[in-house]
């Protein structure tokens, strides 16, 4: 019997509150279709707060197979795993092999664990690399990559077409070194915003980028040369953000008066923030919705919707993913590529060591912390 542990849940509210460290044994003989994986690190994102939380549109499914007291579900939507167990059938598939890293398919996994036994395996898991082809990748660069990346990945390629806009003004005014078209971000220090700095860099675009203000002079400094050497073009705070002068002046030196429009912004924040993106948007641009970190809306203006002809729209990789499981698979293997080529850096993490004896306050606080703002970087179990 292989022993296991997971943070587990019976009911909604604060994590630190309601997550309890369950330990539980799995039984050598799997069931046809199943795996063992052993778990190598799972990153803690907002939406496991909020799933935690009961506040998140997509709810957990309450079972007791886990041999909880009551029916409980485990939070966690990525992770890096090692398959150590073929149940009967599997190795036939000719899919999935001992020491493969996997990713969970979909959403909904329950990835704060340190074993799963998956049923269904060959649908459940995307075999990323098995031990010879891993060269280059690391546990916390695959537990990363379906979300943050992907959602990146996808609202810059899927609402407007940026590339066509750079390759249509470069053949407009080949002589000039502008650069490619812009796309504006809030939140850009988070991991979807990280990404899309990079991606965007590669794919010719150009980003502004706006960050909170850290506490000294200095640390905004630093995060605002971070993001540069990721590739972002301009890095402004909120307040630089949100000061008129911002539109009057640097975005219509920025954008050429605006024969370099905006056609695209990203916002991850919500409130006075996602108010200022809308405000810089050019006519016909679109701003894409993901996240709402600062707990509150925005108007949507009339004027500007109706003068700007202004199009808003929700991104939702769940939901997406469903439509679109093979361009997801693709998507994945694609932003790998580019991390063993050394073209995309993952994001900063806080590593939470889990080891058998971790305390089951150590692994709370991990998972309630990630909505606290100001961090260097995400929690990661590390197991
Ligand atoms: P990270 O944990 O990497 O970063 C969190 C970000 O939120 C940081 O930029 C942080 O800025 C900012 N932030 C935290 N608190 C506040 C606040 N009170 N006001 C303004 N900004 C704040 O986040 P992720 O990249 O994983 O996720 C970012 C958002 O995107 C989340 O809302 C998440 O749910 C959402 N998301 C949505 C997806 C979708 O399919 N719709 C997919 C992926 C993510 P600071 O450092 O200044 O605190």
């Known amino acids: 019997y292989t022993q296991a542990k997971a943070l587990v849940f019976s009911h909604y509210g604060e994590p630190s509150d309601v997550l309890h460290?369950?330990?539980?044994?799995?039984?050598?003989?799997?069931?046809?279709?199943?795996?063992?994986?052993?778990?190598?690190?799972?990153?803690v994102n907002p939406s496991d707060v909020n799933t935690v939380q009961g506040t998140y549109a997509a709810k957990p499914t309450f079972t007791t197979l886990l041999g909880t007291p009551a029916p409980s579900a485990v939070p966690g939507n990525e992770g890096c795993f090692?398959?150590?167990?073929?149940?009967?059938?599997?190795?036939?598939?000719?899919t999935l092999a001992r020491g493969d890293w996997v990713i969970p398919s979909t959403t909904g996994?329950?990835?704060?664990?340190?074993?799963?036994?998956v049923d269904n395996a060959t649908k459940s898991l995307l075999r990323v690399c098995d031990a010879a082809s891993r060269a280059g990748l690391t546990p916390a660069q695959v537990a990363t990559v379906s979300v943050n990346p992907c959602s990146a990945y996808r609202m810059l390629r899927d609402y407007v077409d940026l590339i066509a806009q750079s390759v249509a003004a470069f053949a407009a005014r080949p002589d000039t070194t502008g650069g490619g078209a812009w796309f504006l971000q809030n939140g850009a220090n988070s991991g979807v915003g990280r990404a899309a700095i990079q991606l965007g860099a590669l794919w010719g675009l150009r980003s502004i980028n706006v960050i909170r203000e850290r506490d000294t002079p200095?640390?905004?400094?630093?995060?605002?040369?971070?993001?540069?050497?990721l590739g972002a073009t301009v890095v402004v705070t909120e307040a630089e953000f949100l000061n008129r002068e911002f539109a009057a002046s640097t975005l219509k030196s920025l954008t050429r008066d605006g024969r370099d429009p905006i056609m695209l912004g990203l916002n991850c924040v919500g409130g006075k923030s996602a108010a200022g993106v809308v405000r810089c948007l050019a006519p016909k641009g679109t701003m894409v919705t993901y996240g709402g970190m600062s707990r509150q809306s925005f108007p949507f203006p009339t004027g500007p919707q109706i003068f700007k002809r202004l199009r808003f729209e929700g991104f939702?990789?769940?939901?997406?993913?469903?439509?679109?499981?093979?361009?997801?698979?693709?998507?994945?293997?694609?932003?790998?590529?580019?991390?063993?080529?050394?073209?995309?850096?993952?994001?900063?993490?806080?590593e939470v060591r889990w080891e058998w004896d971790t305390e089951e306050k150590v692994l709370k606080e991990a998972v309630q912390g990630t909505l606290q703002g100001f961090r260097s970087g995400k929690g990661l179990f590390v197991f």
């Not at 200095?218 to 050497?229: F, M, S």
């Open 109 to 117: 996994f329950g990835t704060f664990r340190t074993h799963a036994l």
């Open 21 to 43: 460290l369950h330990q539980h044994s799995i039984s050598p003989s799997l069931p046809p279709g199943a795996v063992l994986v052993r778990t190598l690190a799972a990153p």
């Open 316 to 350: 939702w990789l769940s939901e997406w993913s469903k439509e679109n499981p093979a361009e997801k698979r693709r998507t994945i293997e694609e932003i790998l590529g580019l991390i063993k080529l050394g073209k995309f850096k993952e994001a900063p993490v806080e």
């Open 82 to 94: 090692e398959v150590v167990a073929l149940g009967p059938g599997v190795a036939e598939t000719g």
């Open 218 to 229: 200095a640390a905004t400094a630093a995060l605002r040369d971070e993001l540069l050497a």
